[in-house]
């Protein structure tokens, strides 16, 4: 296995990072950065600025900095593999080039930061425009949470074509879908808002004829980590005969979770779901993502063209060894 899929991160000692560094850190736990890909990038730019910032000359004192901010950055949210893979894109490139001194790693970091932010960005492009090629004069579609890339396919589904409407689940209990709604509304999409629970009965009644979701993990099996609520909605459209299509790029495939079991469930606070001095005797539970099998999935859009849920695992070793330039 490649160093790029191993993460020996170790936090050696304690150590002080610059204020802009620990507000990313905070933004991203705090979730006013989030959604799987605003998290990667801010992530990769936040360990460019630190590699920047650090103002020695001892090459494994700078390394031992960048992986104590990565693991620090790596613990805010447990779920997303893009957070893991944009930290991996950008710090990994220095140690295949077997780089040893400050300012080549400086360098190397940033260049990596700025190809993993521009790839990152144009993947979103390119499934948009894969995506909405799914789609026709008067197509329904139905979103849950809030996406960029399935926001950017809808939106790009309603400049080609005539009479496109979306339906944007809430999206309980962080209300992301409020978001979804606004973005779509903005770009002059006809949307509705909808309560979560909703969602099948106006698959069937309003004439949905896709859902689009974007993704958190997407493992070897083709399991797809992404909101909570996305495998019922899964579900239901699966029962309803409606295409259920995710959007992944590159960089939320993890080669080395082969299955859902291997996922970490992110599970957020009580006050999150309601206020627990209402409820006394209540317990709570806040699982924020769920899991969705391969088998309810019609197909992954990738920035590459739509791949079968089952096929991930021969997508990632074509793509990953051409992208990384080795061979899993
Ligand atoms: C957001 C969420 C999004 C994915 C994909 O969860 O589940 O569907 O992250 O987003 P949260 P994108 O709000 O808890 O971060 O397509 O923008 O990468």
């Not at 140690?95 to 190809?115: I, L």
């Not at 939106?155 to 409407?165: K, L, Q, T, V, W």
């Not at 944007?168 to 309560?195: C, F, K, Y």
Request: aromatic letters at 8%.
């Amino acid at each position: 296995m490649p160093y790029i899929y191993t993460s020996d991160w170790h936090v050696t000692k304690e150590t002080v990072f610059p204020k802009a560094f620990s507000e990313t850190v905070d933004g991203i736990r705090e979730m006013r950065i989030r959604g799987a890909g605003r998290i990667a990038r801010s992530a990769s730019k936040a360990l460019a600025a630190l590699a920047e910032s650090y103002g020695g000359s001892d090459f494994s004192e700078m390394a031992e900095f960048l992986h104590d901010g990565a693991k620090l950055l790596l613990s805010t949210r447990p779920t997303a593999v893009s957070l893991k893979n944009g930290i991996l894109f950008t710090l990994a490139g220095a140690k295949e080039d077997g780089v040893k001194n400050v300012g080549d790693y400086r360098k190397s970091v940033v260049g990596a930061s700025e190809w993993f932010c521009e790839k990152s960005v144009s993947a979103i492009d390119a499934i948009a425009k894969h995506g909405s090629g799914l789609l026709c004069d008067g197509s329904t579609v139905l979103t849950h949470c809030n996406s960029s890339v399935a926001v950017s396919t809808i939106a790009r589904a309603n400049e080609m074509y005539d009479g496109i409407r979306a339906f944007a689940t809430e999206t309980r209990p962080w209300n992301q879908g409020h978001i979804t709604a606004r973005e779509l509304a903005s770009s002059g999409v006809d949307v509705n808002m909808i309560v979560d629970s909703a969602a099948r009965h106006i698959m069937e009644r309003e004439g949905v004829d896709a859902v689009f979701v974007g993704a958190d993990t997407i493992c070897m099996d083709g399991t797809v980590a992404n909101k909570v609520g996305t495998s019922q909605i899964a579900l239901a459209a699966m029962d309803l005969g409606i295409p259920f299509y995710v959007c992944g790029e590159f960089y939320k495939f993890s080669p080395d979770i082969k299955s859902g079991s291997y996922v970490v469930v992110e599970e957020r606070g009580a006050s999150e779901i309601a206020d627990p001095f209402k409820f006394p005797g209540v317990k709570f539970k806040n699982p924020v993502f769920d899991l969705t099998p391969a088998r309810n999935i019609t197909s992954i859009i990738t920035e590459d063209g739509a791949i079968r849920a089952e096929k991930v695992a021969g997508f990632v070793k074509r793509k990953f060894s051409r992208v990384m330039g080795f061979e899993m």
